[in-house]
């Protein structure tokens, strides 16, 4: 068994095509974050570093760390994790988390635990949905595409999130925020003429396109605007895009687990994430 490491987006993703496509569920995320380093959508002073692993000629696991986050662990053999461990431990000694299968991402926590002397710290449970059968709730008001007279809004909304979660995960410059917007992808809804709830999409990869992030700020929660706006936007995923729709929930909160479930989206896979102190 060895494990390849790259900076490289266009080269990892050659490498591991053939293992992604197995299951491009599964691995949503890295498809997204590869994709948006490839075309330029994501652009950061700091590397990110992609990590596959082999047994002769096949990859059997990947993960990967980008720029001011922790490693993300795909699908991934646990005997690869010691070594998997070391090696981000020689790159990125100030790496502060890990989030994978509950079994992975424990076993690299308690690794790098070991390595580091620091106690690892259960902060988030996360579970993967996918579409089924979508059902639109009602709600006052109605949804529209963001434009570029939004990105303040947009901005100030992804910032008042951020403050809400303790392990957001989207963090994105004014230029990044505006590249998304231009695409289509970040949309609004709007009760009266004022801007309610906000919800965007990944772009569509190997058949799926991720819903997120999704925000309601406090005043106006209780009213059905995010399920609706979320409702709407996987329906123009399915219709415009030809894609099915994926998302991730906070398994801490059951409101969002509830109305998401409400709407059609069925279970598919739990992920953990371990903080290092």
């Given at each position: 068994m060895r494990i390849e490491i790259t900076s490289d987006p266009v080269e990892f993703r050659a490498r591991v095509a053939g293992f992604l496509e197995r299951d491009p569920l599964r691995?949503?995320?890295m498809y997204t974050v590869v994709e948006n380093e490839i075309t330029g959508l994501t652009v950061t002073e700091e590397l990110s570093y992609f990590a596959s692993v082999h047994e002769g000629d096949e990859v059997v696991g990947v993960a990967m760390r980008t720029a001011g986050r922790g490693v993300w662990l795909g699908e991934m053999p646990e005997r690869a994790i010691p070594e998997l461990v070391e090696r981000f431990a020689q790159l990125l000694p100030e790496i502060r988390d890990v989030d994978g299968s509950e079994s992975a991402a424990l076993a690299f926590a308690q690794g790098w635990a070991a390595r580091h002397g620091t106690t690892p710290r259960l902060v988030l449970s996360e579970r993967l949905y996918r579409?089924?059968?979508?059902?639109?709730?009602?709600a006052p008001g109605a949804p529209r595409r963001a434009t570029e007279a939004d990105l303040e809004l947009c901005a100030r909304w992804v910032a008042?999130?951020?403050r809400e979660l303790e392990n957001f995960p989207l963090a994105l410059t004014e230029s990044a925020?505006?590249?998304?917007i231009r695409a289509g992808r970040w949309w609004l809804w709007e009760d009266e003429g004022r801007p309610v709830s906000l919800t965007a999409h990944q772009i569509p990869?190997?058949?799926w396109a991720r819903i997120g992030p999704v925000y309601t700020p406090p005043e106006t929660r209780g009213r059905g605007y995010a399920s609706a706006l979320v409702a709407h936007v996987s329906q123009v995923i399915r219709?415009?895009?030809g894609a099915d729709v994926c998302l991730y929930t906070d398994l801490g909160n059951p409101t969002s687990n509830k109305i998401y479930q409400a709407i059609g989206f069925e279970p598919?896979?739990?992920q953990i994430l371990y903080a290092f102190e």
């Open positions: 691995h949503t995320v579409l089924g059968e979508l059902r639109t709730p009602p008042a999130m951020a925020l505006r590249a998304r990869l190997r058949g219709d415009d895009l598919v896979f739990d």
